[in-house]
């Protein structure tokens, strides 16, 4: 069965550190890939998605992620973050299109001002 | 944002209550979805609908009755629900089944 995994289930963090939150997958054919945030009291919210073509990925406010096929992993990146930035990040997979989607159990971020 | 909207956002029900929880979606989608958020666990999947027919059911619990009465709306049925039923039931749509899916706001559920 395909499934997900988010290393790390809290990260705390100052301002204007760098953070980078793994998340590796189990599915070995052609995946679709997504990073959703829930910000505290906010519904869940796209953050960015891969299809296919270039392997890093640009999503909003200043994430990026990288699709490493080989290493079957999707890491989510933020050069510098914000206290705003505080929230869960989850990460999700599916199985090209036309296919389930299926969620990592999320990492708690906390970013202190 | 208004595109999935969900009612109520709170909602405490005892045992023996019945209870429906109600999606919209303002977004033209043709796909709409089910998932329950509970603590320290991943999203679980419940419920997808595709074109307004069932086209998974991912081994719920028959306390949980699920309709779809058009592609614009969803809702949840819930009837003799149990405390570990507690948790955060999230509404989803998509403009295809399983393509890029956006998320209501959730209701918030007790059951005591």
């Known amino acids: 069965a395909q499934s997900v995994s988010q290393h790390n289930h809290h990260v705390i963090l100052s301002e204007a550190a760098s953070l980078e939150l793994g998340c590796n997958y189990s599915?070995?054919?052609?995946?679709?890939l997504f990073w959703y945030v829930q910000y505290p009291g906010q519904h869940l919210q796209l953050l960015l998605k891969?299809?296919?073509?270039?392997?890093l990925v640009k999503g909003i406010k200043g994430f990026e992620a990288e699709f490493i096929k080989s290493k079957f992993s999707f890491n989510l990146r933020k050069p510098s973050v914000q206290w705003s930035d505080t929230a869960e990040y989850f990460c999700?997979?599916?199985?090209?299109?036309?296919?389930?989607?299926?969620f990592g159990g999320g990492t708690r971020v906390l970013v202190k001002p | 944002e208004t595109g999935v909207t969900q009612t109520p956002r709170h909602l405490v029900m005892g045992m023996t209550n019945k209870k429906s929880l109600k999606c919209e979606q303002h977004l033209g989608h043709n796909a709409m979805y089910w998932y329950k958020q509970s603590a320290k666990k991943p999203l679980e999947l419940m419920f997808v609908y595709s074109l307004e027919e069932r086209v998974e059911n991912n081994s719920v619990p028959s306390r949980f009755s699920p309709e779809c009465p058009n592609s614009s709306h969803l809702f949840l049925h819930l009837h003799t629900l149990q405390p570990e039923d507690s948790a955060l039931y999230l509404c989803a749509s998509s403009q295809g089944e399983w393509e890029t899916q956006y998320f209501g706001p959730g209701t918030r559920l007790l059951v005591l």
């Open positions: 891969y299809f296919s073509g270039d392997p």
């Open positions: 999700a997979v599916s199985k090209a299109a036309g296919n389930k989607l299926t």
């Open positions: 599915y070995g054919g052609t995946v679709n």
